[in-house]
C-alpha cells in the first residue's frame, strides 16, 4: 500500500482540515453578522409585545417594545431590520399600507428619529398584512388580484415609507412592473436616494405558514397565491423575473425561500454584479427550531451550517429570524466567522 501511494500521489484534502486553525484558515465562507437583516414585527392597538406561536423567539412588538428591539440589535452590531405591518383594521385595499398613520409609518419615523442612519431601516412593501382578503393586492370583480391598479397602492405606500424614514422599500407582492412603479413613485416624490430591494423570485412556497400567524393573515376562500407568486418548478422563469426587476431599477434583488433555491441562488448570482438578497423565511426557521426541541438535531449546528450555505450559494444578504442569535453569539464566543464550533 505504502507503494502504491508513493508512485501515484493522491490528493491529501484531509491535510488542511486536521486544526481548527487550519480549518478556519482555508474556510471559502465567512458568515458574519454584517450579512444579516432582521425581520420585525409591529402591530397596532397591543400594550405589550406578543410572542409568536409558530416562530419561537419572535415578537409582534408594540412600536415601544420594536424601539427597544433595535436598540439591543444595533448594539450587538446587526446593520438592517426589516419591518412587518400588522394593523388593527384590515380593509378591500390595504389603506393601512400606505397611510401615513399606518403602524409601519408610525414605526419607521419613531425608529429613523433615535437611530438615524445607524441602522439600515427596510420597509416591506405589500399589503397582504392590510386587506381583509389576505391577498397581496386590490381584486378585480372575478376576485382575482389586478396587477395594474395594485401597481398605484404599491407606489403610494412606497413614498409612504419613504417619506417616514425607510432607507430601503422591498416589494415582495410578486406584481408585474412593480419596481419601475416604485421607482418613479419615489423618485417624482423627491426621494431618488431610497433604495429597492426587490423580492425579485419569490415562491409560491408552504414554508410562509408561521409568517402568516405572524400578521395575521389568512387568504379568503383558503386561496393561495400560485397566480402571482412562481411555481416552484421553474428556475429559468427567476431569471426572466431578475433581468425584469434590474432593468425597471431594482438595487438588490432577492430569492425567496432561500433553502429549497440554492439552485436559483447560484444562477441569480451568475447573471448580476448587484447585491443578491436570500429569505430564510418562517417555515425554514420553524422546522429548525421544532426539531431542535424535539433533541432530533442541534440546533446551533443547523442554523451555522444554512445560513453559510446561503451565502456559499451566492447571497450577499439574508433576511433571517435568526439574526438575534446569531449576533449575540459573535458577540459572546470566537465564532464570528460562522464556522460549527
Ligand atoms: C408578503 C410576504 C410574505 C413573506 C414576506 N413578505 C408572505 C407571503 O408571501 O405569503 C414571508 C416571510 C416568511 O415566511 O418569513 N408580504
Redesign the pocket.
Known sequence: MADVVAHFPIARPRRLRRTSALRELVAETRLSVNDLVA?LFVREGIAAPLPIVSLPGVMQHTVESLCTEVRELVALGVKAVIL?GVPAQKDAVGSGAFDPQGIVQVALRQLRSEFADRVVLMA?L?V??YTNHGH?GVLDARGDVDNDLTLEIYAKAAVAQANAGAHVVAP??MMDGQVAAIRGALDAAGHTDVAILA?SA?YASG??????DA?D?QIVGGGD?KGY?QDWRNAREALTEVEADIAQGADMVMV??ALSYLDVIVAVRAITNLPVAA?H???E?AMIKAAAANGWIDHDTVALEQLTAIKRAGADVILT?FTRWFAERANGSATATGSPS
Open positions: 425581520p412587518f416591506d405589500c397582504d398584512e397581496c415582495s407582492g423580492y419569490k414554508l410562509y405558514g408561521p409568517f402568516r400578521v393573515v397565491r407568486q425567496k425561500p429569505y423565511v418562517s417555515g426557521y429570524y
